[in-house]
């Protein structure tokens, strides 16, 4: 079945660190592709999407590239803030309209 | 424009209970899906409801059923609760039936002793 593979955290950095999240997926078809962050104490936000191969998504200084070759969307912000901790999901949707969703990388910035 | 909205935030049950969740959904959207966060897992999809009828269903058992009324919106019940059942229920709701429109809500805590 269909599937996402996020980097392990917890990812603990400094301000203006450059920050990568790693995500493959495993799906047949098109899927489109997503990441999504949880603030503490709050729902899922959408942060950015891509719908085919190519695609960049961008969002807020995070950037991530849609690579159909490498099954991956990589999640990157090249100056990251203390207001950016928070847990960050990559996630997948087909056709059936649900989303699937990787286990999650929990991201710590320190001043 | 109000966003989607869950209640309660938390509760906690014995196993064996029953549960009822409820979510109302952003002005417009049509659309409500479910989803289970367990600690330190990503969501996993329940189900969807589309214009009162379920859309789709994940890998869950006949005892987590739903509802979605006129308003649309939506209860998530759960019988027979099991320790395992303890999670963030998160409810998201859409104007289609399209994932990437998804809002979610902030979710309700269960606790299961």
């Known amino acids: 079945g269909d599937s996402v593979t996020q980097m392990e955290g917890p990812v603990t950095l400094s301000e203006e660190a450059f920050l990568t999240i790693n995500c493959t997926y495993t799906a047949t078809g098109y899927p489109s592709l997503f990441w999504y962050v949880q603030y503490p104490g709050e729902g899922l936000q959408l942060l950015l999407k891509?719908?085919?191969?190519?695609d960049k998504g961008s969002n807020k200084g995070f950037e991530a590239t849609y690579r159909k070759e490498t099954t991956s969307f990589h999640l990157e912000k090249g100056s990251v803030q203390v207001s950016d901790s928070a847990v960050y999901f990559c996630?997948?949707?087909?056709?059936?309209?649900?989303?699937?969703f990787g286990a999650g990388t929990t991201v710590t910035v320190r001043a | 424009e109000t966003g989607v909205t869950q209640s309660p935030t938390h509760l906690i049950k014995t196993r064996g209970q029953q549960v009822t969740l409820r979510c109302s959904s952003q002005s417009g959207h049509n659309t409500v899906s479910w989803y289970q966060q367990a600690l330190g897992q990503g969501p996993q999809f329940i189900f969807q409801?589309?214009?009162?009828?379920?859309?789709g269903r994940g890998n869950f058992p006949p005892r987590f059923s739903g509802l979605q009324f006129p308003n649309y919106s939506s209860e998530l019940n759960v019988n027979a609760l099991e320790l395992d059942d303890s999670a963030l229920y998160l409810c998201a709701s859409s104007p289609d039936r399209g994932g990437e429109t998804q809002y979610f809500g902030p979710g309700t805590r269960l606790l299961v002793l």
């Open positions: 996630a997948l949707e087909k056709y059936d309209y649900k989303l699937s």
């Open positions: 409801y589309y214009r009162e009828e379920e859309n």
């Open positions: 891509a719908t085919k191969a190519d």
